[in-house]
């Protein structure tokens, strides 16, 4: 663990850090030189923006979406991440981190996945550059997202499952990290959002800040003026600060929305900003679920992208300074969004988007206001888990 004049750099305020054990530091330094290296490098920029565009399918568009903006008496522009090859905003740090592990000269890259999301996108990239790949995925996520499992293995990457703890995305990442740890030499760990250890938090900003980038582009073009709100949902958080950073320094309304899962009064949700406590979670100092002896909670979420104890350490930074708000709906609030959508728009969103979503009927002083709300994701990937939701199933069959 280090401290003193670095500091700042490897913290955003007092929090993130290098929270690991002193095996790992010298591959987290390599990571940090390499990266500093291609940050300097036109070259790598240039193939990586190349491969947004004509590979992944940027620029994603900003769509008025006239129904919602008519009910909800406000103009509501969604980002529509999820017309990316694979689904998902995912793939923009894949590609980026990947392209990165090539650059390093690894051979293998491993990454962790919960609902099967980042997994995918990593093997996507992996098959793209030809690079060996292992995906860590608890075995109880494997039962749950078994397309997403045989999506990987069609790829090319073997799926390791993990039967440790609560069989989930936290121990996924422990037995990556422990991979990892082991394989340094050959090995490059793909993080799947802005969590973990310095450099981390700030590469996959960096691989995702091209949605605000974007944004902000799209909106000013045909509004002339920045929107009022800006919506995201949080899981790890990297859609979310993806698309804020470039709006940080402007006047302009930013909301992080987390998943309430049952609601505020029960413990079963994964509204790690909202209902967590400063602590330390893989590496890094954040708000994280925990008990009183701080030991990680189990949480709950609908969404399987959502459902995750900690948060990136940004963004326990924006909330303490005050800058983003952050507030967390329900499944039920989720789901009925998810529907919305659907039928006002014919685009059946994530289930992890349709939180950010949710979040405009309680948007007070919305009224003729612009609103912009990220579309993280796609939703084919929810429609079983949707569709045998009794509440879903009362109202639509
Ligand atoms: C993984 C995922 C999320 C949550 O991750 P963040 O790092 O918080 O963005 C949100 N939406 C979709 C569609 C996802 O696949």
């Keep these: 663990m280090r401290r003193g004049y670095e500091k700042m750099e490897r913290y955003f305020g007092d929090y993130g850090g290098q929270f690991v054990p002193e095996i790992l530091m010298p591959a987290l330094n390599e990571l940090e030189e390499a990266y500093d290296r291609v940050v300097k490098d036109e070259s790598f920029w240039k193939e990586y923006r190349s491969l947004l565009e004509n590979y992944a399918g940027r620029p994603t568009p900003l769509y008025l979406a006239k129904q919602l903006s008519e009910k909800y008496e406000a103009r509501i522009y969604l980002k529509r991440e999820d017309l990316l090859h694979t689904g998902a905003h995912k793939i923009n740090n894949a590609i980026g981190q990947v392209l990165l592990a090539k650059c390093m000269g690894k051979k293998r890259v491993i990454a962790e996945t ?18 060996e790949c292992a995906i860590y995925m608890g075995s109880e996520d494997m039962e749950r997202q078994r397309p997403n499992v045989e999506r990987m293995a069609l790829l090319g990457a073997k799926v390791v499952p993990v039967g440790t703890g609560s069989k989930t995305l936290k121990d996924a990442i422990n037995e990556a990290m422990r991979d990892w740890i082991t394989n340094l030499q050959t090995t490059y760990y793909v993080i ?60 302009v309304k930013l909301i992080g929305v987390e ?12 509204a790690s ?9 893989h590496g890094s100092k954040t708000m994280v679920l925990q ?37 967390a709906v329900t499944d039920e609030e989720a789901l009925e969004a998810f529907l ?51 509440y879903v199933r009362e109202r639509i069959l």
């Design 273 to 281: 900003l909202l209902k967590g406590k400063i602590g330390y979670l």
């Design 259 to 270: 998943a309430g899962g049952k609601g505020p009064n029960t413990d079963e949700h994964a």
């Design 192 to 251: 799947g959002s802005v969590v973990g250890p310095y450099p981390y938090p700030v590469i996959v900003r960096n691989f995702q800040k091209v949605i605000g980038e974007e944004t902000k582009a799209q909106v000013l073009e045909v509004e002339g003026n920045l929107p009022d709100y800006v919506l995201a949902c949080v899981g790890g958080g990297s859609n979310a600060a993806g698309m804020f950073y470039p709006f940080i320094d402007e006047n």
């Design 340 to 390: 919305e959508l659907s039928r006002l728009e014919g685009i059946v969103p994530a289930l992890e988007s349709a939180h950010a979503l949710a979040f405009v009927k309680r948007l007070r002083d919305r009224e003729g206001k612009t609103i912009v709300v990220n579309l993280s994701g796609r939703g084919d990937k929810d429609l079983e888990s949707v569709l045998n939701n009794p």
């Design 291 to 327: 008990d009183q002896w701080g030991q990680i909670k189990v949480t709950h979420s609908i969404s399987a992208g959502l459902d995750y104890p900690g948060v990136g350490p940004e963004h326990t930074f924006w909330k303490e300074t005050g800058r983003v708000q952050y507030e």
């Design 114 to 131: 919960g609902a099967g999301q980042h997994g995918v996108a990593t093997a996507t990239a992996a098959a793209l550059f030809g690079l």
